[in-house]
């Protein structure tokens, strides 16, 4: 059977950007590669989700994670 990850949706688009969209990005890619959460996980970077105001966005299983909250996301990827 073949084996299923999770994508992790993070915004690279300008606003974001600005926002520190680079060390959020960083950090998913940092906890996801943690022994425990391990090839469950895949990060993609997208444009634009219209959510700027609320950047550094990403999502993870339909829910949108604000203001770079890595806390919050953890949390998704511990309910996994
Ligand atoms: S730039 Fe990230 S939501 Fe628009």
Same mark, same amino acid.
């Given at each position: 059977?073949?084996?299923?990850? #999770?994508?992790?949706?993070? =915004? %690279?688009?300008?606003? =974001?950007? %600005?926002?520190?969209?680079?060390?959020f990005?960083?950090?998913?890619?940092? #906890?996801? %590669? *943690?022994?425990?959460?391990?090839?469950?996980?895949?990060? +993609?970077?997208?444009? =634009?989700?219209?959510?700027?105001?609320?950047?550094p +966005?990403?999502?993870?299983?339909? *829910?949108?994670?604000?203001k770079g909250?890595?806390?919050?996301?953890?949390?998704?990827? +511990?309910?996994?």
């Open positions: 059977m073949k084996k299923r990850r #999770t994508f992790i949706f993070a =915004c %690279s688009g300008s606003d =974001c950007k %600005s926002n520190g969209a680079k060390a990005a960083d950090a998913i890619k940092g #906890t996801i %590669s *943690e022994k425990a959460f391990r090839g469950k996980f895949k990060l +993609v970077k997208t444009k =634009c989700m219209d959510c700027c105001k609320s950047g +966005v990403a999502v993870i299983k339909n *829910e949108l994670i604000k909250d890595l806390e919050q996301l953890v949390k998704e990827l +511990v309910l996994e």
